[in-house]
């Protein structure tokens, strides 16, 4: 950008015009004025002197105002503009004002912060737009598949009708499967779309947690015992703890947590779900192979990032303990 005018470039004339000028007036006074008498010269020169001693002092008073008053405009403009430029990530800052006429140095820094300030906005427009797009296509991905899902079901449903060897019917259960995971998988990302465009509903109540557990307990307990897997539940009969929490979204947490077991720690034959009332916390372990193992770590990304947004709403969090022995996932307040 071109700079029009210079602020300290007019502070120099200025303050060298006051310097040097009533000098030269008193040198080219003093060098075409005679005196004719010399007690007359010798009063004026003495009147000289004083002339030259109130002219220097009033050129350092002059001096001293002129650069207190230049440098109290000039902190003045630069805490306005400091103030504009002190701006959080919620409140957005507002283009300032700038004087295209005089355009000096803290003019041009205003203009340049404001060229950043539209590029920012241009940026924040784009990636919402980008976000709203990609919010749509999962939305509408989600849809459009679960119709070849419902066809691939009936042709299994048909299948199972036939006579078939083992090694067939195997093959059906394992597409049966699959493709319940697969709608599971759909349903966990429109999930996770809706949750972080803040489209799902949130109503966080103080909600009983030691209830809470135990529903949840009680309704996946046939799941576990069909999979031939051992649930352990120790919740305190006559205590419990309260939580600013939506319960669908806790019950939504736990489920999740319960079904990684069932999907990747089944192995283990061994699932634990514990309330602690003294330290408030949700404690859920297996002895499946761990979170390292690859099946566990390709196929719950999606659920557990659901999970993990759904808790830091509710200011909770959980913490991860897994090893070759098994996983410990411990919930509790952030």
């Known amino acids: 950008m071109k700079q029009n005018r210079s602020l300290f470039r007019r502070f120099l004339k200025v303050h060298f015009l006051f310097i040097f000028f009533p000098p030269i007036v008193l040198i080219f006074f003093g060098a075409f004025v005679e005196f004719s008498d010399s007690n007359e010269k010798d009063m004026n020169t003495l009147y000289l002197f004083y002339v030259t001693v109130l002219l220097f002092g009033f050129i350092f008073a002059a001096f001293v105002i002129l650069s207190w008053l230049f440098f109290l405009k000039f902190q003045k403009r630069l805490a306005r503009l400091q ?88 093959s059906l259960t394992e597409i049966n499967h699959t493709i319940t995971r697969v709608g ?47 649930l352990d539940v120790d919740l305190p009969a006559d205590e419990t703890f309260y939580w ?38 949700i404690i859920v372990a297996d002895r499946g192979p761990g979170l390292d193992n690859s099946s566990y770590k390709s196929g719950s990304g999606i659920g557990l990032s659901t999970c993990d947004y759904m808790l830091k709403k509710m200011n909770l969090k959980a913490d991860f303990i897994s090893n070759e022995n098994g996983t410990t996932v411990a919930v509790g307040r952030a």
Do not use: C
Not at 103 to 116: K, R
Not at 264 to 275: D, L, S, T, W
């Open 83 to 170: 103030e504009v430029m002190s701006f959080s990530a919620e409140n957005f800052p507002k283009p300032i004002s700038v004087q295209s006429d005089r355009m000096d140095e803290i003019d041009q820094l205003g203009s340049s912060f404001n060229w950043m300030i539209q590029q920012l906005e241009d940026s924040r427009k784009r990636e919402y737009e980008e976000e709203l797009l990609r919010h749509r296509l999962i939305a509408n991905l989600s849809h459009d598949l679960r119709t070849p899902l419902t066809i691939l079901r009936g042709h299994v449903t048909r299948l199972n009708k036939e006579p078939l060897s083992l090694e067939g019917q195997d």
């Open 244 to 281: 600013e929490a939506d319960p669908t979204w806790m019950t939504r947490v736990l489920d999740n947590l319960l079904q990684n077991i069932i999907r990747h720690a089944a192995e283990g034959k061994y699932a634990n779900i514990v309330v602690d009332v003294e330290k408030e916390q």
């Open 184 to 230: 599971d998988l759909m349903d966990d990302l429109l999930t996770y779309t809706l949750l972080t465009s803040e489209k799902h509903p949130f109503g966080p109540v103080s909600t009983d947690i030691g209830r809470l557990v135990r529903a949840s307990a009680a309704a996946w307990y046939p799941v576990f015992e069909e999979k031939e897997i051992q």
